[in-house]
């Protein structure tokens, strides 16, 4: 039985000396633990949220910049294939204008060959008409001095009989025209 | 003779003819050293070596943990990290809210330094907490009933503060005459009492079941009669206790931490 020493001892009264041992024990632990351990603590996970933040800030602005590639290729695609499609177009209208010139020029030609093609055998229908009309006087007055036997060398009576003559033969040709049609 | 170690002492003492059971000496060894400074006995025993270890060994962890701190934390980065972040966000952040951060490291160290001791309660060779030295959680609870005084005048004002722990606001007046007596009481002598008490009180008390059962396996086991067959109950006791005890030892810590950032967050936060 220990119950005389142990009264010599309340648990509940410590002495002075302890409670300053303690005291310094702990001071100590808390100042390095305050001083040193926990803000280095704290500036690691600062650090480490940074990291974090940091990565994902990264990451973020490489998607931005994929998707602003992928932007720029679509609309230089989309680019390309307006300018394409024009260039289609203005070949097509290049095209068709270059026909209708063309076919303009043609009719032009043509029609001025067609032209300068009556001009000439107009010409020479008068040529002709003017020939024939000389050569005719002269062989029906040939003609007719020899039928009637009498010289109508007097040019004033023979070129009126010539032209009657010959206004006659007009009237004929047109009566028989007329008759014709 | 008040003590309940004693009475246990006293009952087991009854049953058992050569049975010595754990005294209130458990926690009274033999000095060491001793010396005398400025008309104080000092006496370095078991239990004082004990602390330092104990101190030492947390303070070297937690140093050589944060010496070459990396993003990506190693294995004991993480193990010392992962506690001060509970004091931290569990504790200081969630109970005092975002004004609370700057205790944390107060907080952290009290955790730390309390569950270091309390961890001596099972470790083989030392088997005793210097928690279960009164002086120890004394020491712990005057320092926080300065610190949160201390707050309490620097946050709100001298007058504001006493005032709001003698009149809490919402109390009839006739209410008072009971009311503000056991608030004084309360706030300046029962809180920081309490607070020491509850973990020497658990780490003794802790020590004591563990010793008795310890020392009946013991005793069981050389008794020289058929009792030797509760010898393995007795020891299977003394298992199951250490590990109630290693629930205690986290437990009472962290309820001694988070008083503690309970009593800051009034200091902090005038009352509602």
Redesign the interface.
Same mark, same amino acid.
């Given at each position: 039985?220990?119950?005389l020493?142990?009264?010599s001892?309340?648990?509940?009264?410590?002495?002075?000396?302890?409670?300053?041992?303690?005291?310094i024990?702990?001071g100590?632990?808390?100042l390095?633990?305050?001083k040193?351990?926990?803000?280095?603590?704290e500036?690691?996970?600062v650090?480490?949220r940074e990291?974090i933040e940091g990565g994902i800030e990264r990451a973020e602005t490489m998607q931005a910049d994929a998707k602003a590639a992928l932007e720029q290729y679509r609309a230089q695609l989309a680019e390309a294939r307006t300018e394409a499609a024009q260039i289609r177009d203005a070949a097509r209208a290049d095209g068709q204008q270059i026909i209708e010139e063309l076919r303009a020029q043609a009719q032009e030609e043509s029609a001025r060959i067609v032209a300068r093609g009556e001009e000439q055998l107009a010409s020479s229908r008068q040529q002709v008409l003017n020939e024939l009309r000389g050569q005719i006087g002269t062989l029906a007055v040939e003609l007719a001095g020899r039928v009637v036997g009498e010289s109508l060398a007097d040019d004033a009576r023979r070129s009126g009989t010539v032209d009657r003559f010959l206004d006659d033969l007009d009237g004929m040709s047109a009566a028989t025209a007329g008759d014709a049609r | 003779?008040t003590?309940s170690? +004693?009475a246990l002492?006293?009952v087991l003492?009854a049953n058992g003819e050569g049975f010595?059971a754990p005294?209130? =000496?458990e926690? $009274?060894p033999a000095p060491i050293a001793s010396f005398s400074l400025l008309g104080?006995?000092?006496?370095?025993t078991r239990i004082?070596i004990i602390?330092?270890i104990a101190?030492a060994a947390?303070?070297a962890l +937690?140093?050589s943990?944060?010496r070459r701190?990396?993003?990506v934390?190693g294995r004991l980065?993480w193990l010392? =990290?992962s506690g $001060?972040s509970v004091v931290r966000d569990g504790i200081a952040r969630d109970v005092i809210g975002p004004k609370g951060l700057p205790f944390?490291?107060?907080l952290?160290?009290l955790f730390?330094?309390i569950l270091a001791n309390n961890a001596m309660s099972i470790i083989p060779l030392a088997q005793i907490s210097?928690n279960s030295?009164?002086?120890?959680p004394?020491?712990?609870a005057l320092?926080c009933w300065v610190l949160y005084n201390w707050i309490g005048i620097r946050e709100q004002g001298v007058g504001r503060y006493f005032k709001d722990a003698a009149i809490p606001p919402g109390v009839p007046a006739a209410a008072l005459i009971l009311v503000t007596p056991i608030e004084l009481l309360q706030v300046f002598i029962i809180r920081p009492f309490t607070l020491a008490?509850r973990l020497?009180a658990n780490m003794?008390a802790g020590h004591m079941l563990l010793a008795v059962f310890a020392l009946g396996t013991s005793y069981l086991l050389f008794v020289g009669n058929f009792s030797v067959i509760f010898a393995p109950f007795s020891f299977l006791m003394a298992l199951a206790m250490t590990f109630f005890e290693l629930l205690v030892i986290v437990l009472q810590a962290y309820v001694f931490t988070v008083l503690m950032a309970t009593y800051l967050s009034g200091a902090v936060e005038p009352a509602h």
């Open positions: 039985m220990n119950i020493a142990a009264e001892h309340n648990p509940l009264i410590p002495p002075i000396s302890e409670i300053i041992v303690g005291a024990t702990f100590i632990l808390l390095v633990l305050v040193f351990v926990f803000p280095q603590m500036k690691t996970f650090a480490r990291a | 003779m003590s170690a +004693l002492s006293g003492a010595h005294t209130v =000496e926690f $009274y104080l006995d000092f006496e370095i004082t602390m330092w101190t947390i303070l +937690l140093v943990a944060v701190p990396t993003i934390p980065q010392a =990290e $001060y944390a490291p107060f952290a160290s730390f330094f210097p030295k009164f002086a120890i004394l020491v712990l320092v008490v020497f003794f």
